[in-house]
């Protein structure tokens, strides 16, 4: 019983497959294989087989002498122990209507075709006939209801437990299951590759689209030449645009652009809790505890505030993407003899909490010492 096990399908096989690596495959697969799917090799091994033999119980391959001698078939490349073993094969091609039991096998599938449309108004599914390798006899037919729901996904259709076939929202063209049209929008439409980043799965007919969507939901750059770059002029932050301006594009601007544009908006990256009005919230708080009718006690606000260690995480994240940003501005400014800004200056020095406390201050740096001061 086991050496008549198929490797593929492992159920038990009256006629056996066996190659010159001896590895037993039952028929119905071994011509799956070799006619619908176009290989010859094994499936274990991964041997080219250029010839199989079918027989009725598991033997070497070797131990035949004379294979030439016995019936075969060179378009699959089988040989057969005998020729009742080779109309087993041929009735597994056979195009046979399952409604009309006298009628005779049609040539080919497509007569089959004919002549369920046209007599039992049934059709099957191109998709499935192209795409799933079936035999004749496996091919389902629908009537138009049943091919119909047949082709809606389950999304579309929750009446049935069909995965259906999904169509694309540009091209109007289903396809076999979720991975053949994902390969389909891979290779011929465009994507975000910000949202992918970010886990989204956003796609667009054409590049006019993608572009639309950069400008909208991301910050795209539209200065000097990057107006005909492709994908690499959008920026997923504000910081990241100011960065790239002030390395690409500061030559054409003024000293006072490019000034204001090495100025980062630190409340644009940094959010603080902000703390309840203690007098009005907690002469209403009549809730359980010891602290909540104290005068000038202070709480958080109702939302849930994030943990301590994911401020400690964003905070670092934030101060490096900062801190990037600063030092692309200087090299960009190199020329430049002007005094340093204090934002600049607060960025290099101190932390980002800082330079939110200190953003609405009147500090000022001393200009920088002339060189006859310094040499005296």
């Not at 076999?176 to 389909?184: E, N, W």
């Not at 908006?265 to 009549?286: E, I, K």
């Amino acid at each position: 019983m086991e050496d008549s096990t198929c490797v593929i399908c492992a159920q038990t096989a009256d006629l056996l497959a066996v190659g010159q690596c001896d590895h037993p495959v039952c028929l119905r697969c071994s011509a799956r294989m070799r006619k619908l799917k176009k290989t010859n090799q094994c499936p274990v091994c991964r041997e080219d087989l250029l010839e199989v033999l079918i027989m009725k119980e598991r033997r070497p391959f070797a131990s035949f002498r004379d294979i030439k001698s016995l019936p075969g078939d060179r378009d699959l490349g089988m040989r057969f122990e005998n020729r009742t073993m080779r109309t087993v094969l041929t009735k597994l091609f056979e195009s046979r209507c399952k409604l009309c039991a006298d009628r005779e096998p049609e040539p080919t599938f497509a007569r089959l075709k004919t002549h369920m449309r046209s007599v039992h108004q049934m059709f099957n599914c191109e998709i499935c006939e192209e795409h799933l390798m079936l035999y004749p006899e496996e091919i389902p037919f629908f009537s138009r209801a049943d091919l119909a729901r047949h082709r809606r996904p389950r999304d579309e259709d929750t009446t049935g437990s069909n995965p259906g076939h999904p169509e694309c929202e540009f091209c109007h063209e289903r396809y076999l299951d979720q991975d053949a049209l994902y390969i389909h929008l891979r290779q011929d439409h465009f994507w975000c590759h910000i949202c992918e980043s970010r886990r989204i799965q956003a796609y667009f007919d054409d590049y006019a689209a993608v572009r639309q969507h950069f400008a909208s939901a991301h910050f795209l750059c539209t200065e000097g030449n990057c107006v005909n770059e492709k994908f690499t002029s959008v920026f997923a932050n504000r910081l990241d645009e100011q960065a790239h301006r002030a390395r690409e594009h500061s030559t054409a601007m003024s000293r006072s652009e490019v000034r204001q544009l090495r100025q980062v908006d630190v409340g644009d990256y940094f959010s603080f809790p902000a703390l309840g009005n203690a007098a009005g919230a907690d002469a209403a708080d009549t809730g359980r505890g010891g602290h909540g009718n104290r005068p000038g006690h202070r709480r958080y606000p109702e939302t849930a505030a994030p943990s301590h260690r994911a401020r400690g995480y964003q905070q670092r994240d934030d101060d490096l993407a900062l801190g990037l940003a600063m030092s692309a501005s200087a090299q960009a400014d190199a020329a430049n003899t002007a005094a340093p800004t204090r934002h600049q200056v607060l960025a290099h020095c101190f932390s980002p909490f800082l330079i939110h406390s200190f953003a609405s201050s009147s500090f000022r740096l001393p200009p920088p010492p002339s060189s006859s001061s310094s040499s005296s």
